[in-house]
């Protein structure tokens, strides 16, 4: 059984930053794209950084560009998030997601992780 798992939400204040990561078990080794999507209140949820297994090109969404960073752990077969100068639109449930084929639409991920609430103040 796949399991993604997502920790390290949080409050932070403007201009903060906070590291997410997303631990994968389970059957994976198939999976060829990884990302984090995000969804904030009365908002369709977004894509916020995908990126391909080994890939040194990963897509940032263009609200994040410049200030998140995504990244995967292979060793420890983590997804992380490393998220800098926080802003609060930057609030939301992020979510890590994973599927064989990579794509920066949520519709295309099969799999999900249960989400980590992020909250930025002003």
């Known amino acids: 059984e796949v399991q993604l798992v997502e920790s390290g939400g949080g409050s932070v204040q403007a201009g903060g930053s906070l590291i997410l990561s997303c631990a994968l078990s389970?059957?994976?080794?198939?999976?060829?794209?990884l990302g984090w999507f995000r969804k904030a209140p009365g908002k369709a949820r977004e894509g916020v950084a995908v990126m391909p297994t080994g890939s040194d090109s990963p897509y940032y969404g263009p609200p994040v560009k410049c200030r998140f960073s995504i990244s995967h752990d292979s060793v420890n077969n983590r997804l992380v998030l490393t998220m800098n100068d926080l802003k609060p639109e930057d609030t939301a449930m992020y979510y890590c997601?994973?599927?064989?084929?990579?794509?920066?639409?949520?519709?295309?991920?099969?799999?999900w992780g249960q989400g980590t609430q992020v909250t930025v103040s002003s």
């Open positions: 389970g059957h994976t080794t198939s999976f060829y794209c």
């Open positions: 997601a994973a599927d064989t084929v990579c794509s920066v639409l949520e519709s295309d991920f099969g799999y």
